[in-house]
């Protein structure tokens, strides 16, 4: 009784935990805030070194309706008073989104005065999946004069590098710390439960590798291979094979760790099944 107990409160823990990852991967991956701000980034770089080309095919469709690429090419930077320059650097906020389309504020100003700034609202629409610049109607609107009084420091902010906003970071960082504990908890419980020693290496940078690649039968080479770059893509994939038929279960629970996300279950679901394996062959009390 008590040993269903402990696998039911493992369970529940289990499940929690999952919830949290899930919750992680879904804030990571939705922040569709960030989409257009990465494409004007990309459309004020190109237009400020004057490649037309990569800058008109960022343009929106009823940009290109009113203008060809030689058209772009000569008037580029010049519409409304927005003279480009590779002395120009940028400050971009961070995108509102409203359905397909998006406004983004950025503050242009020239490398050499700190002193002077032009603000910008960059309107964006989203067309078969990709946001487009709506120059015209960006050019057709209102610019706004801003002296910083010198404390602005563009060596630091080209491109917008400097305002990053750190919010996505910090969400990559509890994501990589979960799915570390949530890995470091999996494979410490399955080498303690198939009588491994010092299961607790599970939680140290390399030996936790090393200890995961133990239980699948394999050792020192195989956790050597899987820090090389592009080989570890494949002894990830050999992992998974290996693991599982280590943990008792067949090719099937093999594919499913290569799915994201899927993995994270799928593993879990091996480590209980192996401690319930333990657990179903101890002695019962009389």
């Known amino acids: 009784m008590r040993t269903k107990r402990a696998l039911s409160r ?5 499940a929690l935990l999952l919830s949290m990852l899930l919750a992680l991967l879904i804030a990571g991956c939705g922040d569709s805030g960030r989409e257009p701000r990465a ?24 940009d290109k309706k009113q203008m060809d ?25 961070d995108a509102t989104v409203a359905g397909d389309s998006a406004t983004v504020e950025v503050l242009i100003g020239d490398a050499t005065d700190t002193t002077n700034a032009q603000d910008v609202r960059f309107l964006m629409v989203k067309e078969g999946g990709v946001w487009k610049v709506s120059y015209l109607k960006t050019a057709a609107g209102p610019m706004r004069h801003v002296e910083t009084g010198g404390g602005l420091n ?9 305002s990053e ?74 992992f998974c094979f290996k693991i599982s038929r280590a943990c008792g279960k067949g090719l099937l629970f093999g594919f499913l760790q290569l799915i994201p996300v899927v993995n994270l279950v799928v593993f879990w679901l091996l480590v209980e099944h192996v401690e319930e394996g333990v657990a179903g062959a101890e002695p019962q009390p009389a």
């Open 154 to 162: 563009w060596s630091n902010v080209a491109f917008g590098s400097g």
């Open 165 to 238: 906003s750190t919010a996505k970071t910090i969400v990559y960082i509890i994501m990589f710390l979960a799915i570390y504990v949530f890995y470091a908890i999996s494979v410490q419980r399955i080498a303690a439960a198939k009588g491994f020693k010092r299961p607790w290496m599970a939680w140290v940078p390399v030996l936790g590798t090393y200890l995961a690649w133990k239980i699948a039968g394999k050792g020192v080479v195989s956790t050597i291979l899987s820090f090389l770059p592009i080989v570890n893509i494949l002894m990830y994939i050999y």
């Open 69 to 93: 690429v030689k058209a772009w090419a000569i008037s580029t930077g010049k519409l409304s008073g927005m003279v480009w320059s590779k002395n120009l650097h940028f400050i971009l906020s």
């Open 10 to 14: 493992k369970r529940t823990a289990a």
């Open 39 to 62: 494409a004007l980034k990309k459309f004020l770089k190109a237009a400020s070194t004057a490649d037309a080309g990569v800058s008109y095919q960022m343009l929106s469709s009823a």
